[in-house]
């Protein structure tokens, strides 16, 4: 019984070359295949990292055609690597399908993790918030964008899309339409390139940013938009205020504040100023 082949999804740079880590460079040099989304793309890198690769085509156009010859391949015991023109196969990008494939044919998917650009641009936009949402590319047509987004409006995670230099004007004016004017918008713009941008600012003053240089609108883009700020509702403020003056019974204020935040999901520094609030009042009753 022969051995099956293994599948590696190897993450490749989104721009700066020295961002390749070694062991792509190890396993990019080892293996039988490589499936790469542009070959005359991935030619130039490889052979600029001294690597030589068989190539085979695996883009948008003939994934569906191609993984089957490709699981095949990997059956018969070759080892083969799946990457994309930057950053991470399967991420808004080719490879998903080969994977599922993979799987279902119990073929060994490693993951070889390197450059993504969602994850660049939210490291260093500074962006206050526990949790974000992916959405990568939205539609193209503009009434099918404000659907799109339309549904996204109101969920308090800060969302990140992926967009193209031809659309972003007529995208950050859809995201102006469709959400409040005061929510924050961050533009990272070629991401580890030459001319390499990070900059934020409300929505309400984006169209105007990005028109008054037009070098603003060129390169691949990622935004990330500030999600919706959740209003608290009468119920659960009496909510919160019953478990804080039942926790403030037993526990320091800072550790009762800390616990109420967990279990009624309220933020952390509400829980905190109502408590000081009740201390406060607490006080004041018992020295008038």
């Known amino acids: 019984m022969h051995t099956l082949g ?14 390749i880590t070694q062991r792509a460079l190890e396993v990019l040099k080892s293996v039988d295949l490589v499936a ?4 005359r793309h991935s030619g130039q890198l490889l052979s600029h990292l001294g690597i030589s690769a068989k190539f085979v085509a695996l883009h948008e156009h003939n994934e569906q055609q ?3 010859r490709l699981i095949a391949d990997m059956q018969a015991g070759k080892n083969v690597a799946i990457i994309t023109d930057a950053g991470t196969p399967a991420i808004s990008d080719p490879g998903t399908l080969l994977v599922a494939a993979a799987h279902a044919a119990n073929i060994k998917v490693v993951p070889v993790p390197g450059a993504s650009a969602v994850v660049c641009a939210l490291s260093a936009a500074g962006i206050v918030a526990p949790h974000w949402l992916f959405y990568g590319f939205l539609p193209a047509k ?9 549904t996204l409006k109101s969920l308090p995670y800060a969302l990140v899309f992926y967009e193209a230099p031809h659309r972003i004007t007529e ?14 918008i961050t533009f990272g713009r070629e991401l ?9 600012l409300p929505l309400s003053e984006a169209n105007a940013w990005l028109a008054a240089d037009p070098n603003r609108q060129r390169g691949e883009f990622v935004l990330i938009v500030e999600g919706a700020k959740i209003e608290e509702s009468d119920e659960d403020h009496r909510q919160l205020r019953d478990t804080l003056a039942v926790l403030l019974e037993e526990l320091p204020l800072k550790q009762a504040a800390h616990i109420a935040a967990k279990l009624t999901g309220i933020k952390k520094n509400t829980c905190y100023k109502l408590a000081l609030d009740m201390r406060d009042d607490t006080e004041t009753e018992e020295n008038p």
Do not use: M, W
């Open 171 to 184: 995208c950050v004016e859809d995201l102006s339409t469709i959400f409040e004017g005061e929510r924050r």
């Open 6 to 19: 293994s599948l590696y999804v190897v993450a490749t740079p989104i721009g700066n070359l020295g961002d």
């Open 142 to 150: 503009s009434s099918h964008r404000r659907l799109a987004l339309q």
């Open 66 to 68: 191609a993984t089957p």
């Open 36 to 39: 790469a989304e542009d070959t």
């Open 192 to 200: 580890t390139k030459l001319f390499e941008s990070i900059h934020s």
